[in-house]
């Protein structure tokens, strides 16, 4: 099978997935075609060639097919054969205004686990199930179902955290999370401390709330100490965010001394600390959270998204006592409760260990593709942490960070310039964040980098003199 341009034999790999092989071939052929590694205009391989490659029947592939077609993903021409929809920009999810389908996403995040969707068939099975025990025909309580809340609570362990459900909030993801505990924290037109760089949400969130974010120093284990005190000093900040481990975009990892440092800072400023895992929360080879050292004063989060599967949304707040009712009622404003059944969903993977081991089985593909991806950016400023699905990539000094992402983009590459992670109108520095799982072939992120580092060593265009 060739493109347009000739881009070469594609062919699936579907023996690692569980189910009907009609279903793991379009689920194959639609993740090919989301992550650019089948082009627009890409030519799929005849249906008898492809059943004799994958050993099924011709049957199996024209059902896979005709998915494909009903979803609009590909088109068949008689006499020529079945091709990637030129239309098909309007179809796939487009999480990113800039991102164009064919292009390598470097810039979201893509779970890297095979065989994911057939557990999450085996759990919404079991929750089905279970759903006769729900009480489905009222309103849940805000911060969810004691089952939810204690399914909550064990998922939080796994960071070395010890609580109990009663302080265990649950909620619709990792950035509903973080939207609750800053309104619950944080007022109108007060400020929000973060680091200098961090997690682009933060940004949006600021915006939409009205909160000024004020920036905070950081080095290679993220907020420095020093600078907390003198920004809590010029701003009168009272909170907090941060990520102590795994930082994104830098990947710093806190040490415990310093998170022993940031709780008694915290103590003696009285501040209320928002502890973001999200990113990483199925790591757990990994320092106590700053919560352990300061659980009355620090709200920490820990999401499904990053570690299991972002087709839930499903994330848990563990909050000190004292926060506890005003984040509860804060959820209950925004959003009365939550959906039951994806909670439900996520506590039964949690109670039969498939959570456990799907987070385990993502945390060995990312540090495999993580050495994978260093070989190939030999060369490069690297900064990167095996349980992340990012890396941070230093520019040479031709380069300005939007500037390259731009042109990044043209060559068929989406990542995310620093512009996006830095607040408080600090200076982006010369670096971009790149996703390491950008599909399930590594074929995909070797191609991808090929690119970036071939650009890296090239001049940027000249830009039109304004006069």
């Known amino acids: 099978m060739t493109d347009a341009a000739g881009a070469g034999v594609w062919t699936p790999d579907i023996s690692k997935f569980e189910g009907p092989r009609y279903l793991a071939l379009a689920g194959a052929i639609a993740e090919a075609i989301d992550s650019g590694e089948l082009p627009l205009g890409a030519q799929l391989p005849p249906q008898r060639d492809l059943a004799e490659q994958l050993g099924v029947t011709v049957g199996t592939v024209g059902r896979a097919y005709n998915i494909m077609k009903r979803r609009q993903l590909v088109s068949g021409e008689v006499g020529r054969g079945t091709f990637v929809c030129r239309g098909v920009e309007a179809t796939i999810p487009n999480y990113l205004p800039e991102r164009m389908p064919g292009t390598i996403d470097f810039a979201c995040y893509r779970s890297p686990v095979a065989g994911l969707s057939e557990e999450l068939a085996k759990a919404m099975a079991q929750a089905t199930a279970r759903a006769a025990l729900m009480p489905v ?64 949400g933060v940004n949006s969130l600021g915006a939409l709330l009205g909160r000024r974010l004020a920036p905070v120093a950081i080095d290679c284990e993220g907020i420095v100490p020093e600078a907390l005190e003198e920004a809590v000093a010029a701003t009168g900040g009272r909170c907090l965010y941060l990520q102590p481990t795994v930082h994104n975009p830098t990947s710093a990892m806190m040490s415990e001394k310093r998170r022993q440092r940031i709780a008694d800072l915290a103590r003696r400023l009285d501040l209320v600390l928002i502890e973001d895992d999200a990113a990483i929360s199925g790591m757990t080879e990994r320092p106590l959270p700053i919560a352990h050292f300061a659980p009355e004063r620090t709200i920490y989060l820990s999401s499904f998204g990053k570690s299991v599967t972002p087709a839930l949304r499903v994330a848990y707040m563990a909050s ?104 408080g109108g600090a200076t982006p520095p010369r670096a971009f964040r790149i996703s390491v799982n950008p599909a399930q072939k590594t074929s995909v992120l070797a191609k991808g980098l090929d690119i970036l580092t071939r650009l890296a060593r090239e001049r940027p265009q000249p830009r039109m003199a304004v006069v």
């Not at 619950?184 to 997690?199: C, H, I, R």
């Open 137 to 200: 025909h009222k309103y849940p309580p805000a911060e969810g179902l004691l089952t939810h809340r204690t399914a909550g609570a064990q998922w939080i362990r796994r960071s070395g955290l010890q609580v109990t459900p009663d302080r265990v909030i649950a909620c619709g993801g990792g950035q509903q999370a973080l939207l609750v505990a800053i309104s619950a924290t944080v007022g109108p037109g007060e400020t929000l401390l973060s680091e200098a760089l961090t997690y682009s």
């Open 320 to 423: 000190p006592p004292a926060l506890c009712e005003r984040l509860v009622h804060t959820l209950h404003a925004l959003m009365l409760a939550n959906a039951p059944l994806p909670l439900e969903i996520a506590g039964a993977m949690i109670a039969d260990g498939s959570a456990d081991a799907i987070a385990r089985h993502n945390l060995a593909e990312l540090r495999a593709r993580h050495e994978a991806a260093l070989k190939l950016l030999e060369g490069w400023k690297v900064s990167s942490h095996p349980a992340a699905f990012f890396q941070w990539l230093h520019l040479p000094a031709h380069w300005r960070a939007a500037e390259f992402c731009e042109a990044a983009h043209r060559e068929g590459v989406s990542v995310v310039p620093s512009e996006n992670f830095t607040i």
